[in-house]
C-alpha cells in the first residue's frame, strides 16, 4: 500500500533532515560542475537504492537518502579514506565545540 | 577521595552526545566540506539548490504551463511537441528537465508517471518529488499494476480509459497534462492554475476541483 503524502504541504517542509537536502544539493552540484552526467548520477542511485531493497532495508525517506548519500560517495571524485578521515575531524569538532559555537575544523 | 555520580555523568555525556549530527550528516559534512576545498564544487552552488528547492520552486511552474495549454491551442501544440523548448522560454529550465515531454489525459487515456530505476523527476518545473514517488513500492507498482496504485490514491479508472505508464530516466522527463475540469469557462490563466494539482502532473490525480488547489 503506497501512502500518498499531502500534496497542499507548505513548501518549507521538503526535507525532513538538512542532510537529505544537502545530499541532493551535493549530487545536483557535482551533475552541474561536470564531475558526473545525470545518468550517471541515476544509475549509481539507482543501483544503491537497489542494494538497500536486496538488503531488506525498509521502504522509508531514510533509505532513500541514504541510498543517495552511498550514489554520491561513489561518483564523488574523492578518496574513501580521506572521507572518512573528514568525518572523524568534523565529529571530534562537534565533540570540543560548546553547544551553541559555530563549528569548525 | 574522588565522587563518581553516574546520573552526572550520563547527563553530561546525553547533552554532548544530543550535539552530535547523525552518522549520515558527518558524511554528507565531510563530503561537502571537501569537495568545496579542492575547488570541485562551489558552496554557494550547494546552498541556492538548498534555498530554491526547500523555499521556492513548487508544482506552480507546471501548473502555469498546464493553464495556458487549457487556453491557448497553439501553445498545447508546442508543449506537446517540444516541451523542453517552451520550459526554456519560461526560463524554467534545470538538468532535469532539458528534455521534457509533455503527455494529455483525454476522456479515454490517463497518463501516469514513474521513474522505476531510482527517482528521476522535472523538478525544475514540478519542485521536489514527493517521498511516494521515490519509493521502492511506487517504483517497482506503478507499471505493474497501475490500475491498483491509482485506486490507493483514490482514483478510480473506468475500465474504458486506458492508462500509459511513462518511466523516467535521467534524459527524458514526463509532464501530464491533466483534462480541464467543467465549470471553468472564461476563467484567465491565474485562476486556472490555482487550481492544477502537483499529483494530477504526475498522474495519480485523475479530476481536477474547480476550489483552489
Not at chain 2, 547533552?15 to 563530503?31: F, G, N, T
Not at chain 2, 522527463?173 to 483534462?179: A, F, K, T
Not at chain 2, 492554475?193 to 495519480?204: C, H, Y
Request: glycine share 6%.
Amino acid at each position: 500500500m503506497i501512502a500518498p503524502d499531502d500534496p497542499f504541504a507548505p513548501l518549507g517542509h521538503r526535507f525532513a533532515e538538512p542532510w537529505h537536502a544537502q545530499t541532493l544539493a551535493a549530487a545536483h552540484a557535482l551533475v552541474d560542475e561536470g564531475h558526473a552526467t545525470p545518468a550517471q548520477w541515476a544509475d549509481a542511485l539507482g543501483a544503491a537504492l537497489a542494494r538497500a531493497a536486496v538488503q531488506g532495508a525498509p521502504d522509508t525517506e531514510d533509505t532513500y537518502y541514504l541510498a543517495a548519500l552511498e550514489a554520491l560517495e561513489s561518483l564523488a571524485p574523492l578518496d574513501p579514506a580521506q572521507l572518512s578521515d573528514r568525518k572523524s575531524e568534523w565529529r571530534d569538532a562537534y565533540l570540543r565545540t560548546p553547544h551553541g559555537q559555530p563549528v569548525t575544523l | 577521595m574522588p565522587t563518581f555520580d553516574s546520573k552526572k555523568i550520563a547527563h553530561a555525556h546525553r547533552e554532548v552526545h544530543a550535539h552530535l549530527p547523525s552518522d549520515p550528516a558527518l558524511r554528507v559534512k565531510a563530503l561537502e566540506s571537501l569537495l568545496v576545498e579542492k575547488g570541485l564544487v562551489a558552496s554557494e552552488t550547494i546552498d541556492n539548490w538548498i534555498e530554491l528547492y526547500s523555499e521556492r520552486i513548487g508544482p506552480m511552474r507546471g501548473a502555469r504551463l498546464v493553464a495556458r495549454s487549457w487556453t491557448d491551442p497553439a501553445f498545447r501544440d508546442r508543449l506537446l511537441s517540444d516541451a523542453g523548448q517552451v520550459v526554456k522560454d519560461y526560463g524554467y529550465q534545470g538538468h532535469a528537465t532539458e528534455h521534457l515531454k509533455a503527455v494529455e489525459n483525454t476522456p479515454g487515456v490517463h497518463n501516469l508517471v514513474v521513474c522505476t530505476l531510482c527517482s528521476c523527476y522535472p523538478f525544475s518545473i514540478l519542485g521536489m518529488s514527493p517521498i511516494w514517488y521515490r519509493s521502492a513500492a511506487y517504483r517497482a507498482r506503478a507499471v505493474k499494476e497501475p490500475r491498483v496504485v491509482l485506486h490507493e490514491f483514490g482514483v478510480t479508472l473506468p475500465e474504458d480509459v486506458g492508462v500509459r505508464v511513462w518511466d523516467s530516466t535521467a534524459e527524458l522527463r514526463y509532464l501530464v497534462i491533466p483534462e480541464r475540469p467543467k465549470g471553468t469557462e472564461g476563467w484567465d490563466e491565474d485562476h486556472l492554475a490555482a487550481i492544477v494539482t502537483r499529483d494530477s502532473m504526475i498522474g495519480t490525480q485523475r479530476d481536477l476541483s474547480v476550489e483552489p488547489a
